[in-house]
């Protein structure tokens, strides 16, 4: 082995190099696709564990939580325009007419109070 090392220095060596010789010989090749990430041939999953049931039913529950409760919000946002539009258009119609708008008390009994409708909105900016 001494005697191959001493062949591939003397013949790899160039004059003006300070690199190791012995480095500057092994051919670089570069690792393809195939030997870096070999993919997955069979994944064998226990149902029958408990600590994989429980992580199925956090994904499943995280899922429907994390999916649903905007869903939810969302629609009854939706519902609550619809809701608010008429009552506007009847306002309008009652101020037409008497010349006075709902009270408080009459708005409220057609439509719950929302918790964004207590707020005073100010620009801080």
Do not use: H
């Amino acid at each position: 082995m001494a005697m191959n090392l001493g062949k591939l220095r003397a013949s790899a060596r160039p004059a003006f190099s300070g690199a190791s010789p012995v480095l500057r010989a092994r051919p670089v090749v570069a690792p393809t696709r195939r030997a870096i990430c070999q993919p997955v041939k069979a994944l064998e999953i226990d149902w029958s564990d408990p600590d994989t049931l429980v992580g199925l039913a956090g994904v499943v529950l995280g899922l429907g939580c994390g999916l649903g409760a905007p869903w939810f919000y969302i629609k009854q946002m939706e519902k609550d325009e619809i809701k608010l539009e008429e009552l506007r258009s009847m306002n309008r119609a009652n101020f037409e007419e008497t010349g006075e708008y709902m009270t408080d008390e009459e708005i409220a009994k057609i439509r719950k109070p929302k918790w964004t409708d207590r707020r005073e909105w100010q620009d801080d900016d």
